[in-house]
């Protein structure tokens, strides 16, 4: 009986949700990328690369929706389609991996080789360029598709579409720097480049080439180049690398201090070409042709120059994504511009979120492999987050704003400009926080001062410089739009040098980051009483944060970096000269702004000890060791329960321990260690964690077959 009450109940409990989903028929298509984008990260989340033939498994999936609607129930109908969608998702990245698989090195090499230049990127003390249709000297190497090399010298004369000759120094592509960091491998996989490198002789041009395949490609990456030279000649030298930042997307010729404080201060989205800036080109556009049109009372009153206008403001556009690189924030803010001014067109309402549903499926369709970037995590977080709340006040908000003279105007402005940095900081600090472990907490002011200064200053000299580069005379609006860099710079060295601006909190568990996507996309997306079922996703996250533990000792692929956790809950590593970039990156995972670097001379307390050979310490009832050669290991095998070692280690070794020596973590890439209660404790490592994929090296991939 009591079986019966529990069915009775659960069947009306799903009677009431059916009935809430149908009444949100409407913003079913929203859910479209969502669960698309599910199906991509199945994809990469699997330890396996799945076969060909998991491209048929929509096909079966479309067929069962066909059968279902006959039988024309939605319980059964709507949950199919779900399935289908997520496999459509699933299987996109096979047929992208079909179609840029190209070889990969495995192990460094030196070599003369020639190659195509298909794009340069400038930089004060360097530039790195890609190189295809590749002749490598060196029999070492594979067919390699792509590389990109870095030249610090003899570079000024090259441009996209000559082919070169230069020695050079070839090597894999980074790993991550611990495992479940970002992939580096992956994302340069997705973009067909084999191998990464630097030279080690000025390039030397051996000829051009044009083909009809390549020949928008250079033209369009010569253009880019030519921009950028041009830039660093005419413009102030502070400002030079702000404006090619804006103008074509390249933020090589950025100092690291001018991108910290853009960080710290929450003002980095400037330098990256985004809605923020393809919203104020085409504005500017659009409103200027407008307006020039107007001025002709014949045109005006006969024709739809409005309708004009927004033509030619998405060709402009266009343009301007061409010259940018076309990075996934530049093509998602081109695609939710360009269906405004459609919108226009078609007499339709420009801003929704079923348009932003749009630009997010035609980007995962053609780019699955972005999903993973922050630059997409953060640039669709804010929009949807703007566009959620737009939908709900912005009538009010708009309405108000015009029913008072100038001042009123003005004050509301500024109020639109906080709201606006108020949602979108909100809604990008969790994505910053789990790529990078802080978030700028002073980026509110920041953005109320630099952003009106980018607006109405900055942007519209850099439209002007555009326009008068072809005949001379950018030189002054490139100055004219320094001057209003030079502010944004000095805001944002102002601000990010106040104490908390930037809060570091350390990465959090993949599982909360999931579910607090899912809680947002749920509470906005819904408009009836089901989109309050949020809070269990988030408590569910939770409860998987509580679960979660930071690596208690992280051992670098090169055996000479490792970081441990003291009981002090502080961290020390042995050097600050080797492997800055593994630092780094564990720096931010921790939360921390710098690790403590272990004392030459032993004091009394001091949780570690070092001498010439290696370090030895105590941490959760375990003994550790760390070798740097092989003179400590016959002391090392008989006392410590775990052995890290920079060089091999004989096989027995520590019977029943632990040992990382040279051999694991050229399989294996970084080691991850575990305490647990008890002195218990678990690892794992890089390759362990992403399994036999094929952008990971072929000797791990080996080992574990």
Not at 155 to 170: M, T
Not at 280 to 293: D, E, K, N, Q, T
Not at 628 to 653: E, F, G
């Amino acid at each position: 009986m009591l079986l019966f009450r529990g069915e009775r109940r659960l069947a009306e409990i799903l009677k009431i949700i059916i009935e809430l989903v149908e009444r949100d028929r409407n913003r079913w298509f929203i859910w479209s990328p969502v669960l698309f984008g599910i199906g991509v990260s199945i994809y990469f989340a699997l330890t396996w690369e799945p076969a060909i033939v998991w491209l048929l498994l929509p096909v079966f999936c479309v067929m069962c929706v066909l059968v279902s609607m006959h039988i024309n129930r939605i319980a059964i109908i709507l949950p199919l389609l779900i399935l289908t969608i997520i496999t459509l998702g699933f299987i996109t990245p096979i047929l992208r991996n079909l179609i840029v698989a190209a070889p990969v090195l495995q192990k460094r090499v030196t070599t003369d080789l020639s190659g195509l230049v298909l794009e340069m990127s400038s930089g004060a003390k360097k530039q790195r360029i890609l190189l295809g249709n590749l002749e490598i000297a060196s029999s070492k190497a594979p067919s390699l598709k792509k590389i990109r090399l870095t030249v610090r010298t003899g570079a000024d004369h090259i441009s996209p579409g000559q082919h070169v000759r230069v020695k050079a120094v070839l090597l894999p592509p980074p790993p991550p720097a611990y495992p479940g960091a970002y992939d580096f491998q992956r994302d340069f996989y997705f973009k067909s480049i084999g191998a990464t490198g630097y030279a080690l002789s000025k390039p030397e041009i051996i000829g051009e080439s044009f083909t009809s395949w390549n020949l928008f490609s250079s033209f369009t990456s010569s253009l880019r180049n030519s921009v950028n030279q041009h830039v660093v000649e005419a413009a102030p030298k502070e400002t030079a690398g702000f404006s090619i930042a804006i103008m074509t997307g390249d933020r090589g010729s950025l100092s690291k201090h001018v991108i910290d404080n853009m960080r710290g201060s929450g003002l980095a989205h400037l330098l990256a070409i985004s809605g923020l800036h393809m919203g104020m080109v085409g504005g500017i556009i659009f409103f200027g042709f407008r307006f020039s049109l107007s001025l002709f009372p014949t045109i005006a009153l006969k024709y739809p120059i409005k309708k004009w206008a927004a033509v030619f403001a998405m060709g402009g556009l266009t343009c301007y994504l061409l010259l940018s690189g076309m990075s996934v924030s530049a093509l998602r803010a081109f695609l939710m511009i360009s269906m405004v001014f459609l919108a226009i067109c078609f007499d339709r309402s420009a801003l929704s979120l079923r348009n932003l549903a749009i630009a997010a499926l035609l980007i995962l369709i053609f780019l699955p492999e972005s999903l993973l970037g922050a630059s997409f995590q953060m640039s669709f977080s804010a929009v949807f987050c703007l566009i959620a709340v737009y939908e709900r006040f912005g009538v009010v908000l708009i309405t108000a704003a015009n029913t008072g003279g100038m001042l009123k105007r003005g004050a509301y402005y500024l109020c639109g400009v906080a709201i606006t940095s108020l949602i979108a900081s909100t809604a990008t600090a969790p994505f910053a926080i789990y790529h990078f472990g802080s978030f700028a907490a002073l980026g509110i002011l920041a953005n109320l001062i630099a952003v009106p200064i980018m607006g109405f200053w900055v942007m519209p000299f850099t439209l002007l410089s555009f326009i008068a580069m072809p005949f001379g005379f950018s030189e002054l609006p490139l100055e004219l739009a320094g001057q209003g860099i030079l502010s944004i710079l000095r805001i944002a060295e102002f601000v990010s040098s106040l104490p908390s601006a930037t809060i570091r909190i350390g990465s959090y568990s993949t599982a909360l980051f999931v579910t607090v996507t899912i809680a947002a996309l749920w509470l906005f997306i819904w408009r009836s009483r089901l989109r309050w079922a949020a809070a269990v996703f988030l408590f569910v996250g939770m409860i998987f944060q509580a679960l979660h533990q930071s690596p208690d000792i992280l051992f670098a692929d090169s055996g000479k970096l490792f970081v441990f956790k003291t009981t002090e809950n502080t961290y020390k590593i042995p050097s600050r000269r080797v492997d800055r970039f593994e630092r780094k990156r564990w720096a931010q995972m921790y939360g921390v702004p710098s690790f403590d670097k272990i004392g030459k001379i032993y004091k009394t307390g001091d949780p570690v000890k070092c001498d010439a050979v290696g370090c030895l310490w105590r941490q959760s009832d375990n003994l550790i060791s760390y070798s740097k050669n092989w003179m400590s290991h016959n002391a090392d095998c008989a006392r410590a329960n775990i052995i890290l070692s920079a060089v091999p280690v004989k096989r027995r070794c520590n019977l029943g321990g632990l040992v990382i020596d040279k051999f694991d973590l050229w399989r294996g890439g970084t080691h991850a260690i575990y305490f647990k209660k008890e002195g218990l404790f678990q690892f794992e490592n890089v390759n362990s964690v992403r399994g036999d994929r094929p952008w990971v090296p072929a000797r791990y991939r080996k080992f574990i077959k």
